[in-house]
């Protein structure tokens, strides 16, 4: 695993992924990267208003290509 870096979001951004995305994939799949991503993002650090998730290169990725099957939900919350 490479070095992680962190995502901060919205709380609300956080919780959107998290319910509408991540743990839905999670649970219909046997793909560790989204598992991976699944454990990763249910462990986040919170700061004030905003939730910080710690993500390698290859979770970013995780991350990016669920939410290309998304793109209702990217556009929300890209504002």
């Known amino acids: ?17 998290r319910d509408q995305v991540i743990g839905p994939e999670a649970a219909a799949t046997v793909d560790p990267d989204v598992l991976a991503l699944a454990r ?3 462990e ?5 208003n905003r939730v910080g ?6 979770l ?5 290509r669920l ?3 998304h ?3 990217a556009a929300e ?3």
């Open 53 to 58: 998730v710690f993500v390698d290169a290859e």
């Open 40 to 42: 990763t993002w249910n």
């Open 1 to 17: 695993m490479g070095l992680l870096e962190p995502l901060w979001i919205s709380e609300g951004a956080w919780s959107a992924l």
């Open 71 to 73: 793109p209702a939900l």
């Open 77 to 79: 919350l890209l504002g």
């Open 60 to 64: 970013a990725r995780t991350l990016s």
């Open 67 to 69: 939410l290309d099957a």
């Open 44 to 48: 986040p650090t919170r700061d004030g």
